[in-house]
């Protein structure tokens, strides 16, 4: 089943003589539970992507669909409820709110929408990241991991269909790295979670199940690596 289908997306920034095409009629569709890796050149339009696959910002032409909903046929009010339930977004930089605990950074997005927390699943997940010492804490005093994690379980609180993380890695060292890479496969594999991941860095891109590279726009290449 596919979990997202992007057709014919183009995006293109500004108008008139100073007008941007970032991206150019992409189309892909990606399987419920696959990794993929996104890679290419800087200014190639990987961001870009993400945040359109992220209903966070609005393509010029073409669609994308989550689960079979056409997420821009919504209103900002029906896309935000959307995004916040079944998109889960991962930044370089984390992105936490400052003056809320680690415990309400996770559950922001339930709240947002007036649902209940499952305590079972938030337990769950504040065990798996390790955070469980930590709930009380505000971002300001963790470590960089520490935070990447706590934006890895507002992520996943809602059990969202697809994972969406811009260069999750690209703020931390190599063992952070690798711990929050394998936090993010242990979800895809164990939960069956589409994960879909920006990165520069060629050591990640290989653990994916999928890489697909972008270069001007377009999709220049799309490689299954493990069926
Ligand atoms: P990448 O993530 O691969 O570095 P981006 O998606 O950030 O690429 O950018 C693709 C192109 O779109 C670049 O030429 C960039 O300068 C341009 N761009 C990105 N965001 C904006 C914006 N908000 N306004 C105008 N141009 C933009
Ligand atoms: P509002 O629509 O009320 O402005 P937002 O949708 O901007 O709320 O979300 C508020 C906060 O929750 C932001 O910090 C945002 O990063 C976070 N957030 C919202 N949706 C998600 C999501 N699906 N995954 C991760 N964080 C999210």
Redesign the pocket.
């Known amino acids: 089943m596919n979990i997202l289908e992007v057709k014919n997306l183009s995006k293109v920034?500004?108008k008139g003589e100073t007008a941007?095409t970032?991206l150019h009629d992409v189309s892909f569709s990606v399987k419920k539970g696959e990794f993929v890796c996104i890679i290419?050149?800087?200014?190639?339009?990987?961001?870009?992507?993400l945040h359109l696959l992220g209903g966070v910002d609005r393509p010029t032409r073409g669609k994308v669909l989550i689960d079979e909903t056409d997420i821009y046929d919504l209103n900002e009010t029906q896309l935000a409820i959307f995004r916040r339930r079944q998109i889960g977004l991962i930044y370089q930089f984390y992105n936490l709110i400052p003056i809320l605990t680690v415990a309400e950074n996770i559950t922001l997005p339930m709240l947002l929408d007036e649902q209940k927390v499952d305590p079972a699943q938030f337990n769950k997940i504040v065990d798996i990241l390790g955070l469980d010492q930590r709930l009380s804490h505000l971002p300001n005093q963790l470590s960089g991991g520490q935070q990447q994690r706590v934006s890895i379980g507002r992520a996943l609180i809602s059990n969202p269909a697809i994972i969406l993380a811009d260069e999750p890695t690209g703020n931390l060292d190599s063992k952070n790295s690798e711990e929050i890479m394998e936090l993010l496969k242990m979800f895809n594999k164990t939960y069956n979670q589409t994960l879909i991941v920006?990165t520069h860095d060629e050591r990640i891109a290989l653990q994916a199940d999928r890489i697909i590279s972008?270069e001007d726009?377009k999709v220049a290449k799309d490689e299954v690596i493990r069926p």
């Open positions: 920034y500004g941007v970032a290419g050149p800087s200014g190639s339009g990987k961001s870009t992507l920006i972008i726009g």
